[in-house]
């Protein structure tokens, strides 16, 4: 009679070590890359100004990058970092380290700047000719300018319903703010920037999946992408040439 219940023991000890490997499995992301970047926007958000070189700036180029920095401040998340098991972060967000409505936002890139009626913290800028494959068209999103409570930071001269207005690259376009769409749980006053793929019919894919983005660092010239930077601060490599 003993030897059933050493089977039935054994399965069971057999299928709790198989339920925990899975679950280490799906969160090993999360718990590397997550926590470890948590932990340093903690100390960013403290004291920026004791991390001045943790910080990348607006308008500057890294290298021969096509796009510019759109904002100021600590690159906290990158693309494909993952909050929570099972979701991946479609872009990167930049947390300026002052007050919302303080820190300014630049077009990465030229384009045609919409901003659809209901948006109250974000634009998006068309970029016909992909600088990195001119034969397809892509979309670069920003989005947290306004308040927690939606009131916006969008520049005045981008109303809602601005539809494929012509920007060059460096056009201001508003602030940093902290708006979530819960008041009372408002982010960490940041910019969330991605590039968003063409639909194919002349509109942007869902920005919320990270499928429908594309990784931004070749763009930026930064180490951006979870899978090749797991917990090295995101600035522009020294420039070249001088002795
Ligand atoms: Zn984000």
């Known amino acids: 009679m003993r030897r059933p219940h050493r089977t039935l023991l054994g399965l069971m000890v057999g299928f709790l070590l198989v339920s925990v490997l899975v679950a280490v499995y799906f969160s090993y992301p999360w718990l590397r890359s997550g926590v470890g970047r948590v932990k340093q926007l903690g100390e960013w958000l403290n004291n920026p100004t004791a991390h ?7 308008g500057e180029r890294c290298g021969a990058a096509p796009f510019i920095l759109p904002t100021n401040g600590y690159v906290g998340f990158i693309w494909g970092d993952s909050f929570r098991p099972g979701h991946q972060h479609q872009g990167i967000d930049i947390f300026g380290g002052e007050a919302p409505g303080r820190t300014p936002v630049v077009a990465a890139h030229a384009g045609y700047l919409t901003r659809l009626p209901e948006w109250k913290s974000t634009v998006i800028i068309r970029v016909p000719a992909d600088p990195l494959d001119p034969n397809q068209q892509v979309w670069t999103y920003y989005t947290h300018m306004a308040d927690q409570n939606g009131s916006s930071y969008v520049s005045p001269e981008f109303p809602p319903g601005t539809s494929e207005v012509f ?17 009372d749980n408002p982010v960490g006053v940041h910019l969330h920037f991605s590039i968003v793929k063409d639909d194919g019919q002349g509109s942007f894919r869902n920005e919320l999946e990270i499928r429908n983005t594309l990784d931004p660092s070749p763009y930026l010239g930064l180490p951006l992408n979870d899978n090749q930077n797991a917990g090295g601060i995101a600035v522009c490599p020294p420039t070249q040439g001088s002795p």
């Open 52 to 58: 001045a070189d943790w910080a990348i700036t607006a």
């Open 167 to 183: 920007v060059e690259q460096g056009t201001f376009l508003g602030y940093q703010g902290d708006y979530s769409g819960d008041p």
